[in-house]
């Protein structure tokens, strides 16, 4: 059986986030949630998580902010969920702090098997 994650999802999209959300919580994860940058670093610090997915385009503080933000505090594994593509866009995301890098569209079955 597969260990139980505190997730952090850090998503300005609420409809992906919910699908995320319900996704994961079925397969037995716990699941929270941040609609922009500040919220999501504020939790991300004050709270322990096993893994936070992290879009990159965030109102308020967007993911390279945050993940460098985060990153100057806590070593909690980031996975950036985002629409931005390119091979820069990726190096960027590794550059900041990003563990991992997924773009959307994406499986929801690939996102679990990540974290």
């Not at 959300?21 to 949630?33: K, T």
Request: contains cysteine; glycine residues 6%.
């Amino acid at each position: 059986m597969e260990a139980r994650l505190r997730v952090l999802v850090i998503e300005d999209h609420r409809d992906i986030a919910a699908n995320i959300g319900d996704y994961l919580s079925a397969r037995g994860h716990e699941v929270s949630f941040a609609h922009d940058g500040p919220t999501g670093l504020t939790l991300a610090t004050s709270r322990d998580f096993d893994v936070l997915v992290l879009d990159v385009m965030l109102p308020g503080r967007d993911g390279h902010a945050l993940c460098r933000a985060l990153r100057a505090e806590r070593d909690t594994p980031v996975l950036m969920l985002t629409a931005r593509d390119t091979v820069q866009d990726k190096v960027d995301g590794f550059r900041t702090g990003a563990d991992d890098y997924l773009t959307k569209p994406f499986s929801l079955e690939e996102l679990d098997a990540r974290l």
